[in-house]
């Protein structure tokens, strides 16, 4: 008899507890999003992915070809593909990243001595075809563009020595 009355009395506690956790947190601000409608600000020094910050005047980016960040990255996820321009100088073509073995480490930024990559904060990554996971930098990246997060269009490499 006394088990009854004490599980009665266990229930209604164990109710009320509950109600007083819902009353306390329904006043608080939200910690959750309504994805994708709301999208988190990142922390500044989040690592997104590797990013080829492009001038928003002239389109040209800061490159030298050094090779230094193709030669620290451990995963090989760098390739630079140089060209020539008009002149015979030296430029880059293509600057190749793949995301699918990068480590997001932030190697490649640190070693760069000119500012010509960065890591953003990009974090809507994910992707049904592998192909889109190698990315050409220091061309317009189909992502940005679609997400309206675009950086400006470069001029043809040749210009962008
Ligand atoms: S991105 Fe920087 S480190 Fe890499 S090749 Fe260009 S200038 Fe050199
Ligand atoms: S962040 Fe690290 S793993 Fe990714 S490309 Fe740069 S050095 Fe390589």
Known sequence: MIDYFLNILSGMWSLLSGMALTIRTFFKPNVTLQYPDERWTMHERFRGRVHMPLDPVSGAHKCTLCMMCVKICPNASLEIVPGLNEQGKRVLDKYIYKLSTCTLCELCVESCNFDAIQMNHDY???????QDL???LNEPYRW???????TPDPKPAAAAS
């Open 134 to 136: 190698t990315l050409v």
């Open 144 to 150: 940005e563009k679609e997400k309206g997060w675009a």
């Open 124 to 130: 809507e990554m994910s992707t049904f075809n592998r």
